[in-house]
């Protein structure tokens, strides 16, 4: 049964970047170059939906949302796709899953990403 590893979530502020990195499992290479790769994200309340996709030759689609701020790449001798994000705004958070073009084998566990300025840390100087 196919696995895919996803890594390289985190928490960024907004205008920031972080690539994604998803290696797939138990599938042999000839099968695995004849799939279309794709990441997917979905948020809270939300649908998942298609954020980029790449054939096994390089071309790629993207998400409206997300065209020109997110780069999509493969190595198929590695059986690993990225997700280079820049600019990232708030309303890119979520859990980031990847999975072959037709969403046809069993999701990961994904990586969260979130884009906030998070809570800070209070300073108190005090004489």
């Known amino acids: 049964q196919v696995q895919f590893a996803e890594s390289g979530g985190g928490l960024v502020p907004p205008g920031g970047s972080l690539r994604l990195s998803c290696r797939a499992s138990r599938m042999i290479f000839s099968t695995y170059i004849q799939y279309i790769m794709a990441w997917y994200r979905q948020a809270p309340g939300k649908e998942r939906e298609l954020v980029a996709s790449i054939t096994s030759r390089g071309s790629t689609n993207y998400a409206d949302s997300v065209k020109g701020r997110f780069t999509i790449s493969r190595d198929n001798s590695r059986k690993t796709v990225w997700l280079q994000m820049n600019s990232l705004k708030p309303e890119d958070t979520a859990r980031y899953y990847c999975?072959?073009?037709?969403?046809?084998?069993?999701w990961g566990q994904g990586t969260q990403v979130t884009v906030s300025w998070g809570q800070g840390t209070q300073v108190t100087v005090s004489s």
């Open positions: 999975n072959t073009g037709d969403s046809s084998h069993d």
